[in-house]
């Protein structure tokens, strides 16, 4: 079955530090990738997502992630953080199998302190 | 203008009760879901329609009915409540079926006493 594990519950970090939330998943047919952002009491939005061409995608707001195939990974990154990225974020998997499903991984909240 | 709209936004209640929660979207979206997000914040869908057709229905009690009127309205309708039903529930829509980004409506925290 497929899943996707996102590795950290919590990262703290303090303003203008680089950040990484990793994330891994498990499947042995096409993937799609997408990483989404909960703000406190809102809903999901989407952060960026990988369907298929660049392995690296990017988001409006400085984030970035690389799909590697190989160590099936779409770990989340940022240079600097702001106190405003202080949100829950959330690895999600669609899968290619006829009958599209969207698996999340459990959410790693990211803190960002000044 | 809110793209992904909820009913009510909080909702307490007792054990046994029946409750309704209303989702919406204005985005002209063909395919809507269910997901329900607990305490920690682990998010698992719960239903899917596409069309007013429910393509994806997964382990879920049979208390849990979903409708969906028309593309753009999915309700969610739950029977019995019990405690182990307080949770957050997320509405939320997309364009087809395939890999698509999905928009998520406010959420309705329900709270069962």
């Known amino acids: 079955a497929q899943s996707v594990t996102q590795l950290d519950s919590q990262v703290p970090v303090f303003e203008e530090a680089p950040v990484e939330l990793r994330c891994n998943y498990s499947?042995?047919?096409?993937?799609?990738l997408f990483w989404y952002v909960q703000y406190p009491n809102q809903g999901l939005q989407l952060l960026l997502k990988?369907?298929?061409?660049?392995?690296l995608v990017e988001s409006i707001n400085g984030f970035e992630a690389e799909f590697n195939k190989s160590q099936t990974s779409f770990h989340l990154r940022k240079p600097s953080v702001h106190i405003s990225d202080t949100a829950e974020y959330f690895c999600?998997?669609?899968?290619?199998?006829?009958?599209?499903?969207?698996?999340f991984g459990a959410g790693t909240r990211l803190f960002v302190k000044a | 203008d809110t793209a992904v709209s909820q009913t009510p936004k909080y909702l307490v209640t007792q054990m046994g009760n029946d409750k309704s929660i209303k989702c919406e979207q204005n985005?002209?979206?063909?395919?809507m879901y269910w997901y329900k997000q607990d305490s920690k914040k682990f998010l698992k869908i719960m239903f899917s329609?596409?069309?007013?057709?429910?393509?994806i229905n997964e382990t879920v009690p049979n208390r849990f009915s979903p409708k969906s009127p028309d593309k753009a309205h999915l309700n969610l309708h739950i029977n019995s409540l019990e405690l182990g039903d307080s949770a957050v529930y997320f509405c939320?829509?997309?364009?087809?079926?395939?890999?698509?980004?999905?928009?998520f409506g406010p959420g309705t925290r329900l709270t069962v006493t």
């Open positions: 939320a829509s997309s364009q087809g079926t395939g890999a698509r980004e999905q928009y």
């Open positions: 329609y596409n069309n007013k057709e429910l393509i």
């Open positions: 990988y369907l298929s061409g660049s392995t």
């Open positions: 499947s042995s047919v096409s993937v799609y």
């Open positions: 985005l002209g979206h063909d395919t």
């Open positions: 999600a998997v669609t899968v290619g199998t006829g009958g599209f499903k969207t698996i």
